[in-house]
């Protein structure tokens, strides 16, 4: 059972440099979501889709984009990296309300 | 706007004992709840939720949760702690009909041999 797949597990960028996360999931959700978690802090809501081709801003959405283009990948693309984006990012996705929540391993970004 | 509040950051406890997580919330209509555990490195997996009926939820290794209304609790309990339950803990509301979860703080439990 795959689930929800976060690549890469860990990257280090350069200030200034661009790149994507990517995530994808085989259970045919309809939500998706990007969270960050910085060290010792909980979960902050970046980006969510309710569905394919409809994306809306979290709660820190600024230094970030996304897409969704299909059921089953939401792509998260950090432009511009800054220090300040070095965190833990997963991806998580759900089916309709009440459905649980079911989130990746997580990608370890460190931007120096 | 909803939120969760989980009132302690560390719990400590002694292998054997019971131990308790606390988590309060603050949603308009009615609420799903749901607790996630974290081990180091690792993603949130999902260990129980209420969504309706009896209050008192069972979930995964042994852990359970009662929802209070009236409080607006959902505390995670469990009889009977093990070494192994050390890991960081987070509460989690969904409002019905609602689109996002709203994750709490997190609170780290540490349970000592």
């Known amino acids: 059972n795959a689930g929800v797949t976060q690549t890469p597990k860990f990257r280090i960028l350069k200030i200034g440099q661009s790149m994507t996360l990517q995530c994808t999931q085989d259970m045919n959700h309809n939500y998706m979501y990007w969270y960050r978690q910085d060290p010792g802090m909980g979960l902050k809501l970046i980006y969510y889709?309710?569905?394919?081709?409809?994306?809306d801003k979290g709660e820190v959405p600024n230094g970030y984009n996304v897409s969704r283009s299909t059921t089953e990948d939401f792509p998260l693309r950090l432009e511009l990296a800054a220090p300040s984006q070095t965190s833990v990012y997963f991806c998580a996705s759900s089916g309709t309300a009440g459905d649980t929540i079911y989130f990746g391993e997580g990608s370890w970004l460190t931007v120096v | 706007a909803q939120s969760v509040a989980q009132p302690e950051d560390q719990v400590n406890v002694a292998e054997g004992n019971p131990l308790t997580v606390k988590c309060t919330y603050s949603?308009?209509?009615?609420?799903?709840l749901f607790w996630y555990v974290q081990y180091p490195n690792r993603g949130l997996q999902f260990l129980l939720k209420?969504?309706?009926?009896?209050?008192l939820v069972k979930g995964s290794y042994g852990f359970e949760a009662e929802f209070n209304k009236s409080q607006t609790s959902f505390h995670l309990k469990k009889p009977s702690a093990l070494v192994s339950d050390s890991a960081l803990y987070f509460c989690?509301?969904?409002?019905?009909?609602?689109?996002?979860?709203?994750f709490g703080p997190g609170t780290r439990l540490s349970v000592l041999p």
């Open positions: 989690a509301v969904r409002p019905s009909g609602g689109q996002n979860f709203v």
């Open positions: 949603v308009s209509g009615n609420p799903y």
């Open positions: 889709s309710v569905g394919a081709g409809i994306t």
């Open positions: 209420y969504i309706t009926g009896d209050n």
